[in-house]
């Protein structure tokens, strides 16, 4: 009979391994919310879009994964907007199961202030879907870092593209921008998800 005070080492691992995730989601959790409320004071980041409008059709059918909310101003008012939502909340989706935090951001900027998309365990993402060919990788990569030389971006791959194409597109952006920094997500189609940095890139 086993020992219920003395739990084989292996469940004992599980249990810190499950207790170490815990705290590292809380934490993200925390300079998420921190870093959402200091650049968005007065806006409400919500996990239903249902119940926060339940009369709107758009937002019908729209699901927010755990571990993520979104700005009710960003609950859509047309289709165009759902189809954005919608490709945002699945990038936002694969970073929460992965034990990240994600607010999706307001659209709005001011004058000469760009907004990213996202903020991500507390740093902001420039989330980017790429479809059809390699050079689309560059495009969308190029679209994103106009936002800010330091943006960060997480791509997520919706074609055959390779990751190693994927970086070597990304890498002929860089060395047109020496000046870009930041961090850099990409997920692939088979579910493959890689974290680089520009400087890896050098």
Request: glycine share 6%; charged share 35%; hydrophobic share 35%.
């Amino acid at each position: 009979m086993m020992d219920e005070a003395n739990p084989p080492k292996a469940a004992k691992e599980r249990l810190m391994r499950k207790t170490e995730e815990a705290r590292l989601l809380g934490e993200n959790a925390r300079k998420t919310q921190e870093v959402a409320e200091g650049l968005f004071p007065g806006e409400k980041f919500v996990s239903d879009m249902a119940e926060a409008q339940p009369r709107n059709k758009y937002a019908k059918g729209l699901c927010v994964p755990q571990n993520v909310k979104v700005a009710e101003s960003r609950i859509p008012v047309n289709s165009d907007q759902r189809d954005v939502l919608r490709k945002e909340l699945k990038q936002a989706e694969i970073l929460a199961k992965m034990g990240s935090s994600v607010y999706l951001t307001p659209e709005r900027s001011g004058y000469k202030v760009s907004v990213a998309d996202a903020i991500v365990n507390g740093v902001p993402f420039e989330f980017r879907n790429v479809t059809e060919t390699a050079k689309r990788v560059e495009k969308r990569f190029g679209s994103a870092k106009e936002k800010g030389d330091g943006m960060n971006v997480f791509l997520r791959l919706d074609t055959d593209v390779t990751i190693d194409e994927a970086r070597r597109r990304i890498g002929l952006v860089l060395g047109r921008h020496p000046k870009y920094t930041g961090r850099i997500i990409v997920s692939t189609k088979e579910g493959e998800v890689y974290f680089w940095d520009t400087a890896s890139f050098r």
